[in-house]
């Protein structure tokens, strides 16, 4: 509305002898010339997108995915073309409800108001029509509207993904962004079963063997449970450590990132804590 009621002014300034408000055809010539003013500003605010998109979702699109970050000028012109067709449309629809219902009721109570009829029984110049078919065509105007409405719902919520959903700019970053993520989860998983994996398995060791000398070697025992009490502390810090890195977001602001676990830093306690237990190792380093 607000751009056709600028345009109308325009019109009036640039034909003085045209009527933008009572004549229908220069009401068309300013609905035309305020469609390219729309589509500038589509094409000039990137604030456009977002607000449209919330706009779609409300009215057409519930489901509608806009999330993309594309300020491109392939992507301001897909906004564009949305909004010039949101506005032209609503623009059409509106003016059609603001004519039609006035004039439906004018013919549904037609034949119950002589006032509006002359003296062969047809209305005033609205539609020559008999008067008993007035309440029938006001009752079929009435479902053209909604139709007319439903109609250009179903136009924009078909065409708001396709103008205001992701671009191939964002579909790419959000594909690369993704294996990224799930690069980084597999190198935490491999991490963790070699740190605290093999950490467990050396606690294996260690418990087995001192229940086994239990009796007959105290000091052994005792120095086994240091081992298992060692290595079993070592492995939960391990283990808040990819907790930490796999609650994305969850982190205190102003916090540093808990350290990643890693085989090759821990291999020297790994290895003494494995021949703590008793078990021969040799290490080799490719």
Not at 106 to 132: H, N, Q
Not at 177 to 191: G, I, K, P
Request: with cysteine.
């Amino acid at each position: 509305m607000p751009y056709f009621l600028l345009m109308s002014v325009f019109v009036g300034l640039v034909w003085p002898d045209a009527n933008a408000v009572t004549h229908m055809g220069w009401q068309f010539a300013a609905y035309g010339l305020s469609l390219p003013a729309v589509a500038a500003t589509g094409l000039a605010f990137p604030l456009v997108r977002p607000l449209e998109a919330a706009a779609a979702r409300a009215l057409c699109a519930p489901g509608l995915d806009a999330s993309g970050t594309d300020r491109s000028w392939a992507a301001r012109r897909r906004t564009a073309g949305w909004f010039t067709l949101h506005v032209g449309v609503g623009g059409l629809v509106s003016g059609v409800t603001l004519a039609v219902p006035p004039m439906a009721w004018v013919l549904v109570v037609l034949p119950f108001a002589p006032s509006l009829r002359d003296e062969e029984g047809r209305d005033f110049g609205l539609l020559d029509v008999p008067l008993w078919t007035a309440p029938l065509i006001g009752v079929a105007f009435l479902a053209a509207l909604v139709g007319v409405a439903a109609g250009a719902g179903a136009l924009l919520a078909r065409y708001a993904p396709a103008l205001l959903g992701p671009t191939p700019a964002d579909r790419l970053a959000a594909a690369e962004a993704r294996s990224a993520d799930l690069a980084r989860r597999n190198a935490l998983a491999r991490e963790l079963h070699d740190s605290v994996g093999h950490a467990l398995s050396a606690v294996t060791l260690q418990a087995s063997a001192a229940r086994k000398v239990f009796d007959r070697d105290p000091e052994f025992v005792r120095s086994a449970l240091e081992a298992i009490e060692s290595a079993t502390r070592d492995a939960v810090a391990e283990l808040d450590g990819v907790l930490g890195v796999l609650r994305v977001g969850e982190a205190a602001p102003g916090t540093a990132p808990a350290p990643t676990p890693s085989l090759a830093r821990d291999l020297e306690g790994l290895v003494e804590r494995t021949r703590a237990a008793g078990a021969e190792v040799v290490v080799r380093v490719r």
